[in-house]
């Protein structure tokens, strides 16, 4: 069985930095994607970033492109999400997610099977 496990969350001012850590465990994860989601309050939950698990390739949503940086270990089985300089629009829980890889749908909630249970971030103005 496949679990996401996050940490990493805390508040933080404008402009800082927080590195989130999603380890993964259940299953060879070569095959996979991996994806960070975020949902703030009363919003609904949005695509932040992609990577597939083997070769290593990202995509980000525009949002984020240029600050955040997601990023795995292969030998620890943990994906990263870098997110340098925090704006208050990024306050949210962040999700790490999962499902085999695709060349479709990388940005789609429901297309992912996998999830963590979320760690908070908040960014103070």
């Known amino acids: 069985q496949v679990q996401l496990v996050e940490s990493g969350g805390g508040l933080v001012q404008a402009g800082g930095s927080l590195r989130l850590s999603c380890v993964a465990s259940?299953?060879?994860?070569?095959?996979?994607?991996m994806a960070w989601f975020r949902q703030a309050p009363g919003k609904e939950r949005e695509f932040v970033a992609t990577?597939?698990?083997?070769?290593?390739?990202?995509d980000y949503a525009d949002s984020v492109k240029g600050r955040f940086t997601i990023s795995r270990d292969s030998a620890k089985n943990t994906v990263y999400l870098q997110m340098n300089s925090l704006q208050p629009e990024d306050t949210a829980v962040y999700y790490c997610?999962?499902?085999?890889?695709?060349?479709?749908?990388?940005?789609?909630?429901?297309?992912?099977?996998?999830w963590g249970q979320g760690t908070q971030v908040t960014v103070s103005s």
């Open positions: 259940g299953r060879p994860f070569s095959n996979y994607a």
């Open positions: 997610a999962a499902r085999l890889w695709g060349t479709t749908g990388i940005s789609t909630i429901t297309r992912y099977p996998y």
């Open positions: 990577i597939r698990w083997n070769s290593g390739t990202t």
